[in-house]
Each structure stands twice: as structure tokens, then as C-alpha cells.
């Protein structure tokens, strides 16, 4: 396992990876196909992500496992051993990597805890831990949970990594943008959700997708930076999307989001990449701004 923080400390800074869903489109994932199912059935294709992405020159890469949790996975009328299925994610991302880290992903369950829904606070933990039972067993260099809205299950997640490994953890929540502030659909502001969650100690603490442009991540960013000093993680879709005979498109080009890096990193972003959308050669063009940054410093 490598050290993350002592390579952040070295470095400063860090370029994640980009998208996968939408590269995964590209290789041939088709509508209402379960993604993850592919670290055992296409393990190739998966492959072929990260090592765009290793190219690319990312210092972390992320694994095929956002949605490998047992609830997200039932409901889908699947019962798959949930654990191969995160060990595989793991291991295929690695063996690419190279250098690079491997955070192991966690997303959302897709379900709501009581009282909204009908689950209990144990029953999402328990998801989790299966899910990072396979990361070790995969010897992943860190896990990240992201996309998150609700605090509570953001903290079961966490708790799930604590419980059942050593490794560094990330929380990065999906935030819309209102008025001068942000809110994650949940209705918690960036203030009430970074602080709910720092009083379990992430590692890293940051925001990824929603319905916000790079531009907006990086007031975002400043306003994070003012309650903690954590290593903080800022991951933007390719723009706003928008819907075309029936395809999805992200207009923003590799160029304009490369653009934001040094302000993002002036806003005290430590680690910087991209969401939906953004393709290798986006974290290309961002990799080359941290190394300009990095030789100007």
C-alpha cells in the first residue's frame, strides 16, 4: 500500500483521474447496464479506463465500484458476490496504475435511511463494510466516498472504512449551487455538511459532480478551505449537461476546465480532477497546469 499522505506532502498537490461512467460509454456500456458487473465480466474494458487515465499522468485513480454496495446491487435484481466484485475493481485499477494511488470508490446506496426510508443506520454500514472488505483484500491505497448528499450516510460509510480497515478515507459530497452558497440536495449548505463531518476525522474532505461548473467549485473550495485545513478534494463535471436526441453532453472542453487549476489551487485545493464528463485528455491539460504551477512555486 502506498503513503498517501507522504506523497501529498512531496508533491503538494495531486491530479486525480476523470470520469468513468462516461468512458465506460464509450467502450460499449449500454443504458440500464450494471457498470460494476464488468470487473468480472469485461475486466479488459475496465482496465483500459484506468490506463487511459495512468497516461494521462493522474497521481490517483479510481476503481469500478461507486455502485457495488449489496442494496444498490439487489434492487438492480442482482446477487452477486459484492465483495469479488470490489476486490476485482480494486486489483484491475492497480494493475494499471503504475505509480499512481488507488482509491478504492463508494457511492451512494441509492436508499434512504429512517425516517425518509426504511433502512437503519446499521443496515448501510454493513453494505459499506462488504464493500470495503473486498478493498483490502485488493490492497487498495485509499478509499473515497463520493457523490454523497446525505451527511448520515456519508458518516456510515466512513465509519465502515474505519471499522474494517486502516486505510486513509476521503468524504466528497454533490452540491447545487444557491445563491452565494452551496447545498447538497439533502438541504445542508457546504458549512453544516464539511462540519457535520469533520468531527469523524476524514482524511479528505472535498465536492465532486452536481449541478455546478468548475468556475463555481472554486468558491466552493474557498469556503471549505475556512472551516478546515484538511487536504481537500475538487473533482467537477465537463459543465453543465445538457440532452440532444436523446444523448447526454458535457460541453466543457479540456482546455477551459484546465484553465481553473491554479485558481482552484489558490482557493487551497490539494487534490484536483475531474467527474462526469471529463476524459483523459481533460486530466491531461490539468496535470500539465499542476506541473507549471508546481515549477512556479
Known amino acids: 500500500m502506498k503513503d498517501f499522505h507522504r506523497i501529498?506532502?512531496?508533491k503538494k498537490v495531486l491530479v486525480s483521474?476523470?470520469?468513468w461512467g462516461t468512458e465506460m460509454i464509450k467502450l460499449g456500456l449500454s443504458a440500464g447496464e450494471t457498470p460494476e458487473l464488468w470487473n468480472l465480466e469485461k475486466p479488459s474494458l475496465v482496465k483500459k479506463v484506468a490506463e487511459k487515465y495512468r497516461e494521462a499522468g493522474a497521481d490517483i485513480i479510481l476503481t469500478n465500484t461507486f455502485g457495488a454496495n449489496r442494496l444498490k446491487m439487489e434492487r438492480a435484481g442482482l446477487n452477486e458476490n459484492v465483495k469479488d466484485i470490489n476486490r476485482a475493481g480494486v486489483e484491475l485499477?492497480?494493475?494499471e496504475a503504475g505509480n499512481a494511488l488507488?482509491?478504492?470508490s463508494i457511492g451512494p446506496t441509492g436508499e434512504f435511511l429512517e425516517p425518509l426510508g426504511d433502512?437503519?443506520?446499521e443496515n448501510f454500514v454493513k453494505a459499506f463494510s462488504e464493500q470495503v472488505e473486498g478493498f483490502v483484500e485488493g490492497k487498495a491505497d485509499g478509499v473515497m466516498i463520493e457523490t454523497m448528499s446525505d451527511v448520515k450516510e456519508a458518516l456510515c460509510a466512513l465509519k465502515a472504512v474505519r471499522q474494517n480497515s486502516s486505510l486513509?478515507?476521503?468524504?466528497?459530497f454533490s452540491f447545487n449551487k444557491?445563491?452565494?452558497d452551496f447545498v447538497t440536495i439533502m438541504g445542508g449548505n457546504v458549512r453544516q455538511?464539511?462540519?457535520s463531518v469533520m468531527e469523524q476525522a476524514p482524511d479528505i474532505i472535498g465536492a465532486n459532480c452536481g449541478s455546478v461548473t468548475i468556475e463555481d467549485m472554486s468558491a466552493l473550495a474557498k469556503i471549505t478551505r475556512e472551516i478546515t485545513s484538511i487536504p481537500l478534494w475538487i473533482k467537477a463535471n465537463a459543465g453543465i449537461p445538457y440532452i440532444k436526441d436523446g444523448q447526454t453532453f458535457y460541453p466543457q472542453k479540456p482546455e477551459e476546465m484546465a484553465e481553473f487549476a491554479a485558481e482552484l489551487i489558490k482557493e487551497g485545493a490539494k487534490l484536483i480532477g475531474g467527474c462526469c464528463g471529463t476524459t483523459p485528455e481533460h486530466i491531461k491539460l490539468i496535470r500539465k497546469k499542476v506541473d507549471l504551477w508546481r515549477k512556479e512555486e
Open 193 to 195: 455538511v464539511i462540519l
Open 8 to 10: 501529498l506532502e512531496e
Open 93 to 95: 485499477s492497480k494493475e
Open 168 to 172: 486513509p478515507a476521503g468524504v466528497s
Open 178 to 180: 444557491k445563491g452565494e
Open 17 to 19: 483521474d476523470g470520469a
Open 102 to 104: 488507488v482509491f478504492a
Open 119 to 121: 433502512f437503519k443506520e
